[in-house]
């Protein structure tokens, strides 16, 4: 049975319901709603995006609900994207940041997560200049700042 | 699960320090200026590059430093390890998991004293503690921060690397005192007195889903058979302890190999038979398991009666049993996915009796078995054939002509961890079919390839390694270097290729490095070492 989900920019998209209740907000929406046609409005994500988050979806649809992995290490790891992500998630930094807005919009972890880990993939191994330049972020510590987090972490970094 | 945040201009904070995409009006946020997602990016990031985040700026700064401290490993043998005692004051409230390596000297003014006094605000975040003492002098301190933290500990790990500790009833108050521990590791350190081990027992009985010990310890209590007589120096032995209805995991290592302790251990087995799905027993050496008394033989029976139904290891290396013990046990675990079985005399046989049960077959994801003397190339090759569901694979020789003739391909894709050591026969260097069978394991993430005797393993750009390309996810490597093989050297072009293609690499070892190129293994923080690394 489909659904109709709005963009931002009034495009229309028909999706499957099962496709579309990856999305938690979406689900919600639909249970809370009951049985009924009217479209699903999104007024936060753009048609492209959607597209995009449909594609993922779409893939995903037969995936069992992710369980906490409760292991003795508190970091998750980044380094086991599936190999289809990978190549879902080579699109332009602006693309991969919309896609990570809506995937936390729309309450689709596992699409937030592999947003994460890939935006975290980006960030390892850089100095913290090469951060700044790959984000466009301004440094907006003073000197005697950056003197201080110097002195106050020097303790936990790798030799 | 995050709530959405309504985006609109100038609301997130630190909104002025990003530009956004230059060509792109942006009018939200950036995404790296929302302090949810930066947190939500920061549980993706390890310990080193947290550091380096924080030096970005403010917003940065303020969001990971929570995650900095959520796992806080301080070494204080080490004083430029030690963290700042007002830096540790003004953060310990983040700290979840603290994991301390100490001397027994505590100066007044050490960083780990504001989460033990008593008039410092609770942290009731700390769930998880680890602690290694070096000298078991004068541990008040540490007793007391377990104390004061008693409500919120969830899990408690204590090694004594030096002796026995000085006051161990301290260490039981404290811990007794603990209603939320469920999982205690205990290492190094004697229990000398009977009566303090029924308080341990009544604890961990009733609470525990997890519990390691090793080192010289023993427990009260009789066993129900006859064979097992109580030792005589113990009052009051307790004939019935209500049967554990939590312990899942229990581990007993490297205690020694005194007759009433194994059976008090075995003693122990049976009082959680019930609920235990992961056993591993190993003392400092075995008695013979061909001895029908035998504790081993009498935990055998528990389990090939069925009294452990929920069982899913088999962990017991370096343990001379026999072929049908091994049958009658295999066949009783319906849940059996681990085996470790190194040093053992697995072999044929026992290959043979596995593959006539199907679901043990699509079900074990670890099998070790190095070291184990009745194992061939065939097997092993059969195994890697056989198993679907294998992530874990350490076995011994595995010869090049076991495979090159074999038109199988290996079927374990979960395979996650590998250690093999290979033999050349049909050419002096790893034949391309070794190679492009190692390349089609794309999860594999540990590998260590050794040779026999000192025999080097030639892996560089010229014999090959550029067909293992495809392992992006490889974090460990290990390839056994020979003495004088500079033709087996890796230099920069070989360091270049491994970042290039396994991004994730953390450590390297084993191979031996030109100058060059151990430099610029250093500069992207790769970890080396000539030989292998200490597990």
Known sequence: MPVTLTSLDNQEFKVDKEVAERSILIKNMIEDVGESDAPIPLPNVSAAVLTKVIEYCEHHRNDPVQVQDETDDPRKRSNDI??????FMQVDQEMLFEIILAANYLDIKPLLDVGCKTVANIIKGKTPEEIRKAFNIVNDFTPEEEAQIKKENEWAEDR | MLRHREIQPGQAPGQDTLQGAPDSPRRRPHPLAIPEILCLLAEFLDQQTTL??????????????????????????????????????????????????????????????????????????????????MDTNNNGTLFSLILQHSMFLTSVSLTAAVGPLENPSDLWNALVKCIHLRQLEYAGMRLTDPSEHMELYLMLWSRLDVLKLSGDWCAPGTLDNPVFIIPKGLDDPISEIPGSGRLRDLTIEGTHMHRDKMKAQAWMIKQCSATLTRLYWKPKSWLRAVEKASPMNYVFSLIAMGQCPNLETLLMPGLDYSLDIFTELVKKMRRLTEIDLAATNFGFWEWTTLQTLPWHMSAIRVLHLEGCLNMTGVIIQDMLCSLPSLESFKAGNLWD????????????????????????????????????????????????????????????????????????????????AGKDAPWAMWKEEEVEWALKHWPFLEELSGVALTARAQQLLCRHRIRYAPTRFRS
Not at chain 2, 425 to 441: D, N
């Open chain 1, 82 to 87: 599936e190999e289809w992500d990978m190549k």
């Open chain 2, 401 to 480: 002509i076991d495979i090159i003739d074999d038109p199988r391909p290996w079927i374990c894709k979960d395979l996650k961890e590998l250690v093999l050591t290979i033999v050349f026969r049909t050419s002096p260097h790893p034949h391309r079919m070794i190679q492009s069978r190692l390349s089609s394991l794309l999860r594999l993430e540990i590998c260590e390839l050794n040779r026999p005797h000192d025999e080097c393993f030639r892996m560089t750009l010229q014999s090959g390694l550029d067909r293992l390309g495809s392992l992006r996810r490889m974090r460990r490597f290990h390839v056994q």
């Open chain 2, 52 to 133: 380096d985040a924080m030096k970005v700026s403010r917003a940065w700064r303020t969001a990971f430093t929570p995650y900095l401290w959520k796992d806080a490993q301080m070494n204080m043998s080490m004083p430029e390890r030690e963290p700042p005692y007002n830096t540790v004051l003004m953060n310990a409230h983040f700290v979840h998991t603290l994991r301390l390596r100490c001397k027994h000297t505590v100066a007044l003014k050490h960083p780990i004293l504001p989460f033990s006094l008593s008039n410092f605000p609770t942290c009731r975040n700390l769930s998880k503690l680890t602690i290694e003492i």
